[in-house]
């Protein structure tokens, strides 16, 4: 089935350096979705990319989308306690009628 | 954005007993709405995908009869675990898209346990 790949599966970093995720798709991705999940809490949209070789910034946080629209990435430069979190990517299949399929996530922790 | 609401947040029961949870979407529509089981740690499992004034779609391996979804209304989805077990204890959250391709919103999921 149509699945989406996210590693790593675990991050533990120092205050100050950077954080990378990555996700891959075995098929092609009409858009994907970035969520964060803070500890005991519920997932909350970060970011939707839909273009080939879009790339979006939110402050500290980059975002890229494949060429071919198979894979992404979420970058963080100078990562703060405040980020940590599961972060999440979620694709919607080209064709699908819309269903979201979830990475494994990956879990950020900040040691300061 | 916009605003999905789960309630319980936190519910204990007793193992053989039903629990219901209700996920509504506060501000929109939504004809569809989908419901997750996080265990700890873990990802989010899709479980099935409830559509208004019809049947729900589980995902495979998810016991329908076990987990019943009714999605009645534009705006309130519920999902009730039927003879709970303590195997049944998890996070269950909800979530509703406003635009069919855009972001999902989040309820502040479930926990249950089942003792």
């Known amino acids: 089935g149509q699945q989406v790949m996210q590693i790593p599966q675990y991050q533990h970093v120092q205050e100050g350096e950077d954080f990378t995720t990555y996700c891959n798709s075995s098929t092609t991705l009409s858009n994907i979705q970035w969520y964060k999940q803070r500890p005991g809490g519920h997932p909350v949209f970060l970011i939707q990319?839909?273009?080939?070789?879009e790339v979006k910034k939110q402050k500290r946080l980059t975002f890229q989308f494949g060429e071919a629209k198979k894979n992404s990435s979420l970058h963080i430069t100078a990562t703060q306690t405040t980020d940590v979190g599961t972060y999440f990517c979620a694709g919607t299949p080209g064709g699908s009628q819309g269903n979201l399929i979830f990475g494994k996530g990956t879990k950020l922790s900040v040691k300061p | 954005g916009a605003v999905v609401s789960q309630h319980p947040s936190r519910v204990i029961c007793k193992s053989g007993t039903s629990v219901k949870i209700e996920c509504r979407s506060l501000?929109?529509?939504?004809?569809?709405m989908f419901w997750y089981r996080q265990f700890p740690k873990q990802s989010l499992m899709l479980m099935a995908t409830s559509n208004e004034g019809s049947k729900a779609t589980y995902e495979q391996g998810v016991e329908k009869d076990k987990f019943l979804i009714n999605h009645a209304s534009l705006t309130l989805s519920t999902l009730t675990v039927t003879s709970a077990h303590p195997e049944d204890s998890s996070f269950y959250i909800c979530?509703?898209?406003?635009?069919?391709?855009?972001?999902?919103?989040f309820g502040q999921g479930t926990r249950l346990t089942v003792v």
């Open positions: 979530s509703a898209r406003p635009l069919w391709v855009g972001p999902a919103f």
């Open positions: 990319l839909v273009k080939s070789g």
């Open positions: 501000d929109f529509q939504a004809t569809t």
